[in-house]
């Protein structure tokens, strides 16, 4: 008797938060626990290894990102409980939104079910880290023009910086993308102070992890990767005690 | 023999989750189980009870902020271990840069140690209910007025829409505040289109929970308050399976 042929597989779309287990949720950590397969980019699968002891394990190299989500939903119309994971939360640039699409697209809505489980986004556990960025109105931008054309991303920056608003940068730089991140900068520092408080978080809750606040006309001098998040402050964000703060605006 | 007097006290700033306790982190639950004393809005102390049985508590009602904060870092300096509490993430409108502020203007950095817990923000949790429609470049604005002038907060708005960027709306209506909403969608209105997915999520992860998705012209048929977050798509978000998505630009 197999229960696979009777019950209907899920797919469960698992944010496994920056990388410390500690800031993972209760609910991604007993998902990964009760599913059949983990599928995820090979990093993150290394990530959970306490969680996932004795699962099938599909783990794959970078920008293979259609292949796992279509590995992950073929399990789940097979009738496993899979999980699909991505750091940070599936939702911000992870895989959530492909996997939805791809379920679409090939017309698969009926046979499986599907469940996103949030996760502390990376700029998130970063900004903690930090002190507390943003605490007034932010933009979250990928320098990424791999999937969105360069114009599109210089023209959110642009009415970003226009508007005062706290400016977070995901994927700054790559090994074959490394001018974006220069023009960003070149373009910011028309529009704020050049001491405006920047901060760098790398490898975030991972080995190797560097917590760096520096200053808008400074960044370039620092490491920065693609598991590099960027957090640029607005007119008000200061520096206290080795912390970045931006006012609410309470009068105190 | 007191420990207090050799050991300096601990300022825990931590997020709670948007209010299901499946989507609080490790890390959240365990500093609230091992402090001493809790301090929070009431209906947020509520939210937790099953974590603080014992503790000393201290909560209070709406906009006692900086009475929260002042309380919790006076407990922390007399030795003690303090949760103060924000709902969703500390560092996204939270306590996090109020309590940072008050400490250093009140001089008190080398009395206390301070750790900021981050938790999955609020908007983060609507939008896996809703779909996945932060999967690219989205802004965060607050419509509350009572700490940012309208005028900064509406080209914010201006700005957002005008890049096309997904736009998440905290604090979008209270029982004092009823205006800001309407005029935000009337401006929105006119630079995206009348059937722009919009999702609405209200008291998520607690008791009388809502998500609807709707539309940008028809948004406001639907009770909106200040445990209502609201996601307006962008000029790509479509919706699919009622379910709001963002494509991310993959080819598939």
Known sequence: MTNNKLQKGVLFLVGIGPGDH?????????????????????????????FIAGK???????????????????????????????????GVYGMAGLALEIVEKQKLRHKL????????????????????????DYAVIS?????????????????AAQSDMVICIY??????????????????????????????????????????ITTLARMLRYKIDMVTVIIIGNSTTTLRAGRMITPRGYKI
């Open 171 to 212: 994927n700054p730089k790559s090994s074959k993308r490394s001018w974006q991140i220069k023009e960003a900068q070149s373009m910011l520092i028309q529009y704020r102070r050049k001491d405006t408080p920047v901060g760098l978080a790398r490898n975030l809750g991972r080995k190797g992890e560097t917590v760096t």
């Open 113 to 136: 079910a599907i469940e996103i489980v949030p996760g502390v986004p990376v700029i998130n556990a970063a900004a903690a880290r930090l002190g507390a960025p943003l605490m007034n």
């Open 56 to 90: 099938e394990v599909i783990s794959s190299g970078m920008t293979r990102e259609i292949e796992r989500c279509s590995t992950a939903i073929a399990a789940a119309c097979r009738g496993k409980k899979v999980s699909l994971i991505s750091s940070g939360d599936p």
């Open 22 to 50: 500690r800031d993972m949720t209760a609910r991604s950590i007993a998902v990964l626990r009760n599913c059949d397969v983990v599928v995820g980019y090979r990093r993150y699968i290394e990530l959970v290894e306490p």
């Open 143 to 159: 320098l990424s023009d791999l999937l969105t054309p360069w114009e599109v991303i210089v023209k959110r920056l642009t009415h």
